[in-house]
Structure formats: structure tokens, C-alpha cells
């Protein structure tokens, strides 16, 4: 009776116990089929053990300086976020948090802040990096929320659903959108 | 809370050429392996807390690089979709295609199988033989038993059998 | 009517919190309702095949940069939406929609976290979707949630309830 194939490939990760081991061990020098299965499980596996990664240092060093970066904002925890926009949005995005951000909160706060940079796409879209402590960008985001004025509308969504994530997040005109839909 | 430099240091030194490779490996794209393994990295520098030897530290990155692949990995299905869908409605337009072709051209037969299997038999073979973990080990990062262990990286490896022998055959009718 | 006005003098007693006293709050007032924009909110959780689907109202007044918040709170998940309307050289307005998402999923014992922020410009009385789960056009299982935003000029809607 010959092993099952999972039975061989597991023997040749050496996950197979010790009696049955010695029971594959011997069926393999008997049957050739099982020979032939686990040799070229072998094989594959070689390949696979020559196949090198591309080398790791320089991506390395840049991770490194990236969180260098990080560290120097004083406070040991960070908090980074990415948003690709097209540009006109990201430059509204910065302006959204510049205009918020620094005129309602920042100005009490007394920091000094860094964590913003953009970087275009060759796409043409554009990238932008927030990074912040932590803390200070719960405020930045209470901030938005509050406003001094509190204008919140609170929508209890049906109960017993649930809910799924199928994409980013997207805006679109209505009037668009109903078109895209009947293509 | 204080995380500790050293410990980060060391972790950071150690682990990042594994968590690189697997990165690499699991996405078959050095660019998002680099992403990859970045935001691991800064998710455990989040954790405030270090994990108190290299090798917890070791499985837990490992786990997050499994967690933040798998949204690469629907990425990269939508965008696969997209490219045949663009390449159907408008093949004036296929540069982009034929671009992402080009790169892929670049990377390895053996990666280029890698990536043709499902990502749930890759990740497991990817686990074993470049982590060298055991069944237990990966069982326990991906959240199966091992008898499923065994049984995927049985089916990865028949699989990449498959496509690595069909190329074989493809190359040598030329 | 009278709730609405009693809103916006909070607003303006906000923004000028200040000094309060020294300003004349007609005098005040009257800029601010002019530009003060109406946002009106439509919460739908879209429909699988035939069922119907459920929806909820709101409106809120606001002024250009100033936020209005959106928390829908579901079983498995929160969802944070800030939206700022501003006015742009071009006299049109630009909506910037910023999301937060806090789900669990299912199978998952962890919480994802998601934030995006869009933009898009749009005039008076034009209707916006904002999705922020995305959208699915294939998986049909899932529930999807939608905003939909119309912004109308406060003034505009004074004089029309007036005629």
C-alpha cells in the first residue's frame, strides 16, 4: 500500500513520526512510483531553495532612514498614513490641513510639525505622506470633528448586518455614477 | 510608554532580511516587498511594547506580513481583472499592460510560478521553505492545523510541479 | 424654521466666541447666513437584489470650511465621515470628504482601520456618492453603504420658502 502524496511530502519535511517514518523509509527503497513522486517533489524543491530574493540592504537603509525620520518627531510613537490622490485632490487634502489643522489647532499646541510631504506619481497621481505622533494627530482629527462647534449627525445603521470592506474608499458626482451603471 | 531602541535595533537588523525575502516572495514584486516589509516594521515600532526575544518577534512580523499581504493580494486581482478588461474594451491602450508585462519578464521562472498559484498554497510553501518553519509554526501564523499545513504545502508543491514542467515543455517546442 | 436660525446664531456665537460681546450679532449674522450652505445627508445601505433598501435623513447648516461630521454606527463597524465644503476661485465648491473606518471582519478577530480622504468639485445643488467601503460591483453578498450629499445655498433656500 503506497503513502499518500501529502503522507510523502510531509516525510520529506521531516513531519512524519518515528515508526512511520521507518515504514516510508523502506517502502521507498521498494517502489519505484513513490521513488519517482518524491523525487520530484525534490526537485521542486531545489529550484525553489536556489531561487534568491533580490538583494535586501538597500531597501533596508531606506527603511531605516524612513524611520529615523520618524523617531526624530520627538515623540517615539508615530503615526503614518497614505493617500494617493490625483493632484488636485491632494493639493485640496493639504490645504484642508493646513487651513484646519494649523489655523484652529496647531497655533495652541506650540509644535513643531513636519509630517507632511508630497511626492508625484510618474502616473500622475500624486502620494501624500502625513506622519505626526500619534497623539497630536488624534487631536488634529478631533479637531476637524469638533471645530469648536460641534455639527455632528449620528446614524445608527441597521441592526444584525454586517458590513464588508470591498475597495478604497470612492467619491463620485451622482449623476456620473448612475451612468456608469446602466454601461 | 517608552519603546526600547535596542530592542527595536535588533530586531530591525536581524529579521529584516527574512521578512524581506518572504515579502518578496509571498507579493512576487520587489517593490511592494519593500512596502511590505516597511509597514511590518512600522506596525511593530507602533506595538510600544517590544516583544521580549527575536524569535516571538520573528512570528509576529511574520504575521503581520500574512495579514497585510492578503489586501496586496486582492489588490492585485482587481488590477489583474482591470488589465484583461482594458486589454478586451481598448487594445490601443495597452501599454501599461504590456509595461507590466515587460517587468514581469524580468523576475524568475520560479517566482513567475510562485505567483501563479493561489495565495493560500504560496504562503504556505513560502513559509515553509523560505522560513524553514514547521508545520506547528505555520499552522499557528496562518491559523490552520497542521494537517492543513500538510496538505497545502503538498498541493503548492504539486502545483508548482505542474506549471514549472508545462513551461519546460513550452521553452523546449520552440 | 426657528431651529435652524437658533443653529446657526450657536454657530456664529461659536465663531466669534471670543469676543461675543463687542459684535452686533445682527450685524454678524448676516454675512454668515449669506454664505451658509445647507448640507443635505442621505445614509443608504444599498440593496441586495430586490430587497429594499434602508435609508436615513439629515440636514445640517453649515459655512464653507467648517465640518460636518457623520458617525454611522453599525454592529460590526463604525464609520467616521467628516465633510468640508469650500469655495473655489472658480465659484464652484469643492467638497472634501474624509473617512474613517473601523470594522471587524467576520472571519477576523482583529479590527482593520481605514482612512482615505477625497475630493470633488461640484456646484449648488449637485448630488455626490460617497462610498466609504468602496464599491462592489461584483460581490453581491455584502451590504454597501452609501452617502449621499446635496449642498444647497442656505439663502437660496430662504428665498425660495419665501416666494
Known amino acids: ?183 | 510608554m517608552k519603546i526600547d531602541q535596542g530592542l527595536f535595533e535588533e530586531a530591525y537588523e536581524t529579521l529584516y532580511p527574512l521578512i524581506h525575502k518572504l515579502s518578496y516572495h509571498i507579493t512576487g514584486d520587489v517593490e511592494q516587498a519593500e512596502d511590505l516589509c516597511h509597514e511590518a516594521f512600522i506596525k511593530y515600532f507602533e506595538r510600544k511594547k517590544p516583544l521580549p526575544d527575536i524569535n516571538q518577534t520573528k512570528y509576529w512580523l511574520i504575521r503581520v506580513v500574512k495579514n497585510i499581504s492578503l489586501n496586496y493580494e486582492k489588490k492585485k486581482f482587481r488590477q489583474r481583472k482591470a488589465i484583461e478588461k482594458l486589454k478586451r474594451s481598448a487594445p490601443l491602450t495597452a501599454d501599461s499592460a504590456e509595461h507590466e508585462y515587460i517587468k514581469k519578464e524580468t523576475i524568475s521562472r520560479i517566482q513567475r510560478a510562485l505567483d501563479k498559484i493561489p495565495y493560500r498554497l504560496r504562503m504556505a510553501v513560502v513559509l515553509k521553505e523560505y522560513a524553514g518553519l514547521n508545520y506547528k509554526e505555520i499552522g499557528a501564523i496562518l491559523g490552520i492545523s497542521e494537517g492543513n499545513v500538510k496538505i497545502r504545502i503538498f498541493r503548492a508543491r504539486q502545483r508548482l510541479a505542474q506549471i514549472l514542467k508545462e513551461e519546460t515543455e513550452h521553452v523546449s517546442w520552440r | 424654521m426657528v431651529k435652524r436660525i437658533s443653529v446657526l446664531i450657536l454657530l456664529v456665537m461659536a465663531i466669534f466666541r471670543g469676543n461675543a460681546q463687542e459684535i452686533e450679532l445682527e450685524e454678524a449674522l448676516r454675512p454668515i447666513l449669506d454664505e451658509a450652505l445647507q448640507l443635505n445627508i442621505i445614509a443608504r445601505v444599498l440593496p441586495l437584489g430586490t430587497e429594499q433598501e434602508w435609508n436615513m435623513r439629515s440636514s445640517k447648516l453649515t459655512i464653507p470650511g467648517r465640518s460636518i461630521a457623520v458617525k454611522l454606527l453599525g454592529e460590526n463597524i463604525r464609520i467616521f465621515v467628516v465633510l468640508t465644503p469650500y469655495w473655489q476661485e472658480n465659484g464652484k465648491l469643492l467638497l472634501v470628504a474624509q473617512g474613517e473606518v473601523l470594522i471587524s471582519e467576520m472571519a477576523e478577530s482583529e479590527v482593520k482601520y481605514l482612512s482615505t480622504v477625497k475630493s470633488i468639485p461640484i456646484s449648488l445643488g449637485e448630488k455626490v456618492l460617497f462610498f466609504p467601503l468602496g464599491v462592489s460591483r461584483e460581490l453581491r453578498k455584502s451590504f454597501n453603504i452609501e452617502l449621499e450629499i446635496e449642498i444647497l445655498s442656505y439663502k437660496d433656500l430662504l428665498e425660495k420658502s419665501a416666494d
Open chain 1, 1 to 183: 500500500m503506497c503513502p499518500g502524496g501529502e503522507t510523502l511530502s510531509a516525510y520529506l519535511d521531516n513531519e512524519v513520526e518515528g515508526p512511520w517514518k521507518k515504514v516510508i523509509e523502506e517502502h521507498l527503497t521498494l517502489c519505484l512510483s513513490c521513488k519517482h513522486k518524491i523525487d520530484e517533489m525534490i526537485f521542486t524543491r531545489e529550484q525553489l531553495a536556489l531561487e534568491s530574493a533580490p538583494d535586501f540592504r538597500a531597501s533596508q537603509e531606506r527603511g531605516r532612514s524612513y524611520l529615523a525620520g520618524l523617531n526624530s518627531i520627538e515623540q517615539v510613537s508615530f503615526w503614518r498614513r497614505r493617500v494617493a490622490l490625483p493632484l488636485p485632490a491632494a493639493a485640496a487634502a493639504v490645504l484642508l490641513l493646513i487651513i484646519l489643522g494649523f489655523s484652529t489647532l496647531l497655533l495652541s499646541l506650540h509644535t513643531d510639525y513636519r509630517f507632511m510631504s508630497i511626492r508625484t506619481q510618474p502616473s500622475g497621481s500624486s502620494e501624500v505622506l502625513v506622519t505626526a505622533p500619534i497623539d497630536d494627530l488624534e487631536r488634529i482629527l478631533k479637531s476637524l470633528e469638533l471645530n469648536s462647534s460641534r455639527q455632528e449627525i449620528i446614524i445608527q445603521l441597521p441592526k444584525e448586518l454586517n458590513f464588508f470592506v470591498v475597495g478604497e474608499a470612492e467619491m463620485f458626482r451622482a449623476a456620473e455614477y448612475k451612468r456608469n451603471k446602466v454601461w
